[in-house]
T-cell receptor, first 114, second 113 residues
Framework: ETGVTQTPRHLVMGMTNKKSLKCEQH?????MYWYKQSAKKPLELMFV???????ENNSVPSRFSPECPNSSHLFLHLHTLQPEDSALYLC?????????????FGPGTRLTVL | GENVEQHPSTLSVQEGDSAVIKCTYS??????FPWYKQELGKRPQLIID???NVGEKKDQRIAVTLNKTAKHFSLHITETQPEDSAVYFC????????????WGAGTKLIIKP
């Protein structure tokens, strides 16, 4: 598969569950991003990794824990989430971790927290 | 911190007419301004971008203008077509976020036949 893929596409979890979101990019890029997209709100940048090192962490609650084992894979580990965490979680990648590079997005994971 | 305001939140235009979406930013050191298009149920995709050393950029029916003095930039779509219906997001890269993109809330563009 080409481009940026995300699994699962939909996820329903309780507040006490632990789950993980997975992102994989097949573009040979060096930077990967996690975004949160809520209805009628700006895209919220959560984490940026460049060459597998975390570059940005925009004051995201500790119940979200990212992992980047290599430049092609990115995970978002979730635990004890709140209902307000329900949103579309988008992964993106770019050639490098600088803003001038086009970001290529995955299809997103629609997360519902009950 | 940096804030990007985007207006309008919804824009409805007749097919063939022009559409303009405007964004304002607060950090005068911002130096990169992309526009992304997100069709219903699809992922955002870059459609045009502009750097702070350029005032205007065109690509066929779309153009972006930048006014650094007023700290605003706009997306212009001419001769709108049904496939232009989507949500459009602007973004800016301010210095105090290490130049990582700060996004607007999006504009839903509806093209009426």
């Amino acid at each position: 598969e080409t481009g940026v893929t995300q699994t699962p596409r939909h996820l329903v979890m309780g507040m006490t569950n632990k789950k993980s979101l997975k992102c994989e990019q097949h573009l040979g890029h060096n930077a990967m991003y996690w975004y949160k997209q809520s209805a009628k709100k700006p895209l919220e940048l959560m984490f940026v990794y460049s060459l597998e090192e975390r570059v940005e962490n925009n004051s995201v609650p500790s119940r979200f824990s990212p992992e980047c084992p290599n430049s092609s894979h990115l995970f978002l580990h979730l635990h004890t989430l709140q209902p307000e965490d329900s949103a579309l979680y988008l992964c993106a990648s770019s050639q490098d971790g600088i803003p001038y590079n086009e970001q290529f997005f995955g299809p997103g994971t629609r997360l519902t927290v009950l | 911190g940096e804030n990007v305001e985007q207006h309008p939140s919804t824009l409805s235009v007749q097919e063939g007419d022009s559409a303009v979406i405007k964004c304002t930013y607060s950090d005068s050191a911002s130096n990169y301004f992309p526009w992304y298009k997100q069709e219903l149920g699809k992922r955002p995709q870059l459609i045009i971008d502009i750097r702070s050393n350029v005032g205007e950029k065109k690509d066929q029916r779309i153009a972006v203008t930048l006014n650094k003095t007023a700290k605003h930039f706009s997306l212009h779509i001419t001769e709108t077509q049904p496939e232009d219906s989507a949500v459009y997001f602007c973004a800016a890269s301010p210095r105090d976020s290490n130049y990582q993109l700060i996004w607007g809330a999006g504009t839903k563009l509806i093209i009426k036949p």
